[in-house]
């Protein structure tokens, strides 16, 4: 089952969004602190109001792509960063994207894929990233909902998933998380493995 456009421009429109926690998620913020390379192509898909494309962006990363369903959450953050270039704001179902990209952050998005489409999810992440790139992020580390979003998960059914399509770098729990999310969370590191 796909959630449509208007399924998530309604969740923005409605502000039923309580995956937006307002700032950087700390374990993202500590892995950008330690990114060098500020030309590395990076796509944030179902970035939302994308505080780490923000926090990337005002760090001088040039080549952050942001993708999201919804127009709305762009209004968001240009309001924040009204220098975030508007050519890099993708209005776009995810699976019909097409692109190449050193680096994919992942955070929420996966749990808003229905558990029918992951496959499709990792095969996707993979086709978008250049040789030797990361997916990079945080995926919920218990299980939630089973009909709508958000999805859940554990580390086995994860490693399962991803390991045709990437080289396991890491998927343990986060242990930086903000409060509330504390223990519920895994932060990935995924390398892609050639074709």
């Not at 494309?53 to 942001?66: H, R, S």
Request: proline letters at 6%; aromatic letters at 16%.
């Amino acid at each position: 089952m796909t959630f449509d456009k208007n399924y998530w421009h309604t969740k923005w429109e409605n502000q039923e969004t309580g995956w937006d926690i307002g700032h950087v998620s700390t374990p993202l913020k500590e892995y950008i602190d330690q990114l060098k390379d500020k030309n590395t192509r990076i796509l944030i898909p179902g970035s939302g109001s994308s505080y780490e494309g923000e926090y990337l962006f005002k760090k001088g990363f040039k080549n952050v792509f942001l993708l999201d369903y919804s127009e709305l959450p762009f209004i968001s953050l240009l309001k924040r960063c009204p220098d975030f270039p508007k050519s890099n704001l993708i209005n776009q179902n995810f699976f019909e994207h097409k692109g190449s990209y050193d680096l994919i952050i992942e955070q929420t998005f996966f749990s808003a894929i229905h558990p029918k489409e992951r496959e499709k999810y990792a095969q996707k992440m993979h086709d978008l990233l250049n040789e030797n790139g990361q997916l990079v992020g945080l995926l919920f580390a218990i299980k939630l909902g089973d009909d709508f979003p958000p999805f859940g998960g554990n580390k086995e059914e994860y490693t399962q998933l991803f390991s045709p399509y990437f080289k396991i770098k890491q998927i343990e729990i986060a242990y930086n998380s903000i409060g509330p999310r504390q223990g519920n969370e895994f932060f990935i590191n995924l390398l892609k493995k050639a074709p």
